[in-house]
């Protein structure tokens, strides 16, 4: 089933999180060369701007027709705490008006992430605090992957980990869709 990319309330849609073939689907459904799509995707993934502006190599009437129904839609954190050892936790806002954690572990070799594919659990594990929040939602790919694309210290990430809140198996389509971009 092909899903729509248009809003019906008028809201602006993120561009974030969208696959190539989905902005594939968004370049045709607003009547520009479909190379287009290759190009957003540099900006969004490679380049990881923050304005569709900045599209430089795209017509400004495309860039405009962007604009008329999406945004880039990236999240900074809202908050950040840091431990002694350097490991930040920070605390990021969702579309469900929920908030998540993502931890950042920096090691003598290597820096981890640790995003997180829902908000609570299912699962209930009787040692884990994110299950005895309970479940509130899955995550979209692009709140998935915006852990890591609004994180200041993303340069020096070496190792992505689905091990912050939810079961990443259990949210898998978006789970996969967030592999694909990353």
């Known amino acids: 089933m092909k899903k729509n990319n248009s809003n019906t309330e008028g809201q602006k849609l993120p561009l974030f999180g969208k696959t190539l073939d989905e902005l594939k689907n968004v370049i045709q459904e607003i009547g520009v060369p479909a190379f287009t799509a290759k190009q957003i995707t540099d900006w969004l993934y490679k380049k990881a701007v923050d304005e569709i502006d900045a ?23 809202s908050n950040v705490q840091v431990s002694v050892d350097g490991t930040k936790k920070y605390l990021y806002p969702v579309s469900t008006g929920r908030y998540i954690e993502t931890a950042y ?18 699962m209930g594990c009787h040692f884990c605090m994110t299950g005895k929040q309970g479940f509130q939602g899955n995550l979209l790919a692009g709140e998935i992957i915006n ?13 992505i980990v689905y091990m912050g809140m939810g079961e990443p198996l259990d949210n898998l389509e978006e789970v996969l869709k967030s592999l694909e971009i990353l």
């Open 55 to 77: 599209f430089s190599n795209i017509s400004l009437s495309t860039r405009e027709k962007l604009k008329e129904k999406f945004i880039i839609g990236k999240i900074p954190p």
């Open 105 to 122: 572990i920096p090691e003598k070799d290597r820096s981890t992430l640790c995003v997180s594919s829902q908000v609570g659990c299912k």
């Open 147 to 159: 852990q890591y694309y609004s994180l200041p210290d993303r340069e020096k990430i070496t190792n």
